[in-house]
């Protein structure tokens, strides 16, 4: 009987060590599955890009190629970012910086003096729109004296217009731009990126076509925007804007110009005051309920919601949207 128990004993005893040592292989299967994701998403080349259209064209182009990454908080608005000695040590890590270029990352400097990273600027190919002095003076001083606020930092823009990206030719041209980098780092996946490439100018010759004929049988030919943003928008498409405030200020309009719109607002028979989508929409509804009108949205794409993030909206998706909102306006 004795023999029988020390048997049982034996033998369950064994079975815990089986039991063990299985347990222990499963694990280092997993933990080796885990270390094999890891390194092959180690091994692609990281690509920074600047703000949010620059990081969505980049994605769509790069596909599964590079890690794209943005060096901003894609939330926050982009006149007012600028990257800290930490953001700039990151570059040193990755392949590429892709900026939009024009003046519009006043910050650029500052990142060629710290970091040997190459930069791209998308805009090197496209027709800018330059700043007269006086209003490049006026955001100066105005930036000055938000930095007394210690509300935003002070920035020193350059001699264009910095809003190239929301005209869809000019997307067209830096998409391109992103498309021959992207090829000139990885020859290999060369018609890949070209492939991309094609697929994002199909949209936007799309979207360009669809509006040429729209906005040439339109009633009326301008609009209220917030801030001075469409002038590439205006001149492709033969429009104009009626700005709030100027090219780079995010502050809100004082009265005077808020009479001055009013008028030019009266005279032109318009009755549609934009504001941008996740800003502030006072201004507009001030505006809106002196000449009976209504208020409604533009996006600059200088920051985007944490949704539109989380749904993957592309940049063609908002051009198209507001070419939608503008047209609208004007029938």
């Given at each position: 009987m004795k023999k029988k128990i020390l048997a049982l004993l034996m033998a369950a005893s064994f079975g815990l060590v089986s039991c063990g040592q299985a347990t222990t292989n499963e694990s280092s299967n997993v933990s080796n599955d885990n270390s094999s994701n890891t390194n092959a998403q180690?091994?692609?080349?990281?690509?920074?890009?600047?703000?949010?259209?620059?990081?969505?064209?980049?994605?769509?182009?790069?596909?599964?190629?590079?890690?794209?990454?943005?060096?901003?908080?894609?939330?926050?608005?982009?006149?007012?970012?600028?990257?800290?000695?930490?953001?700039?040590?990151?570059?040193?890590?990755?392949?590429?910086?892709?900026?939009?270029?024009?003046?519009?990352?006043?910050?650029?400097?500052?990142?060629?003096?710290?970091?040997?990273?190459?930069?791209?600027?998308?805009?090197e190919n496209v027709d800018k729109i330059a700043r007269d002095n006086e209003e490049a003076d006026h955001d100066h001083e105005d930036a000055d004296h938000d930095h007394e606020e210690g509300e935003h930092h002070h920035h020193h823009h350059g001699k264009y217009d910095p809003h190239t990206w929301l005209a869809p030719e000019n997307g067209k041209l830096q998409a391109k731009a992103i498309c021959d980098k992207l090829s000139e780092i990885d020859p290999d996946n060369k018609s890949y990126y070209e492939d991309n490439y094609k697929v994002v100018e199909k949209d936007l010759d799309s979207i360009i076509s669809e509006y040429k004929d729209k906005f040439e049988n339109a009633k009326n030919d301008k609009f209220v925007v917030p801030h001075e943003a469409f002038g590439y928008l205006c001149r492709e498409f033969n429009l104009e804007q009626i700005p709030l405030t100027g090219l780079l200020s995010t502050s809100e309009p004082d009265l005077k110009a808020m009479n001055d719109v009013i008028e030019e607002v009266k005279n032109n028979d318009i009755n549609t005051i934009f504001y941008e989508e996740g800003g502030s929409d006072k201004s507009a509804k001030t505006i809106a309920d002196e000449i009976g009108g209504k208020v409604d949205t533009l996006n600059t794409m200088e920051f985007v919601s944490d949704k539109q993030l989380e749904d993957e909206v592309h940049y063609q998706d908002i051009l198209r949207d507001n070419l939608s909102h503008i047209y609208e306006s004007l029938k």
């Open positions: 180690s091994e692609k080349k990281v690509v920074y890009t600047s703000f949010y259209p620059i990081y969505d064209l980049t994605k769509q182009i790069a596909g599964d190629k590079f890690e794209v990454k943005a060096l901003s908080n894609l939330t926050t608005e982009a006149h007012d970012w600028e990257p800290s000695a930490k953001d700039i040590a990151k570059l040193d890590e990755s392949e590429l910086l892709i900026t939009n270029g024009a003046g519009m990352e006043s910050w650029v400097d500052a990142v060629k003096d710290s970091s040997k990273v190459e930069i791209l600027d998308t805009t």
